[in-house]
T-cell receptor, first 111, second 114 residues
Framework: NAGVTQTPKFQVLKTGQSMTLQCAQD?????MSWYRQDPGMGLRLIHY???????DQGEVPNGYNVSRSTTEDFPLRLLSAAPSQTSVYFC??????????FGPGTRLTVL | GDSVTQMEGPVTLSEEAFLTINCTYT??????LFWYVQYPGEGLQLLLK?????DKGSNKGFEATYRKETTSFHLEKGSVQVSDSAVYFC?????????????FGRGTSLIVHP
């Protein structure tokens, strides 16, 4: 099993550009989520999904969109990148309410 | 809402010292409790867990006991190694029937010197 995979690992964007962060899992987990991690702020939940076709907002959803068309994939879209979105982004999945499996992260810089 | 409070770091120890990282929580019912570890440049990975009161989770010499009466889940290790240097996160997932939002502590950085 590959576990949770994320692409890309690194990305540099200019303000106003859009992009999609990819996340996939091969463990048949119904629950998937996106976090951002910033120095001194810990992990903050952006969006989560409890199954295909079902998504909901977390703590910091503004500026991000998600969709869940399959159990395996949960992409995160940045609509118009801003410097405040410079961060490390982690995708995670689980059989709720069990342990979460995290991907390796995407390090995003917005200039 | 739910909350997790863990001691601020960094915690700096010499090799073979005893480690305690305190974690207390606020939640209704019986949440599941976790400790995750994050090594530099990597994602979080599960270190140990406990799903009911008085359960003890253990892994790689680390232990934590689910204390309902004190709403705590303190992480301990008897003899730390340089390779234990990392950031440790205490976390909970709500009891069944609750929300689908996990709660993480802010993380505690551990630095172990030879």
């Amino acid at each position: 099993n590959a576990g949770v995979t994320q692409t890309p690992k690194f990305q540099v964007l200019k303000t106003g550009q859009s992009m999609t962060l990819q996340c996939a899992q091969d463990m048949n987990h119904e629950y998937m989520s996106w976090y951002r991690q910033d120095p001194g702020m810990g992990l903050r939940l952006i969006h989560y999904s409890v199954g295909a076709g079902i998504t909901d907002q977390g703590e910091v959803p503004n500026g991000y969109n998600v969709s869940r068309s399959t159990t395996e994939d949960f992409p995160l879209r940045l609509l118009s990148a801003a410097p405040s979105q410079t961060s490390v982004y982690f995708c995670a999945s689980s059989h709720w309410p069990g342990e979460q499996f995290f991907g390796p992260g995407t390090r995003l810089t917005v200039l | 809402g739910d909350s997790v409070t863990q001691m601020e770091g960094p915690v700096t120890l010499s090799e073979e010292a005893f480690l305690t990282i305190n974690c207390t929580y606020t939640a209704t019912g019986y949440p599941s409790l976790f400790w995750y570890v994050q090594y530099p440049g990597e994602g979080l990975q599960l270190l140990l867990k406990a799903t009911k009161a008085d359960d003890k989770g253990s892994n790689k010499g680390f232990e934590a006991t689910y204390r309902k009466e004190t709403t705590s889940f303190h992480l301990e290790k008897g003899s730390v190694q340089v390779s234990d240097s990392a950031v440790y996160f205490c976390a909970l997932t709500p009891a069944s029937g609750g929300s689908y939002i996990p709660t993480f502590g802010r993380g505690t950085s551990l630095i172990v010197h030879p």
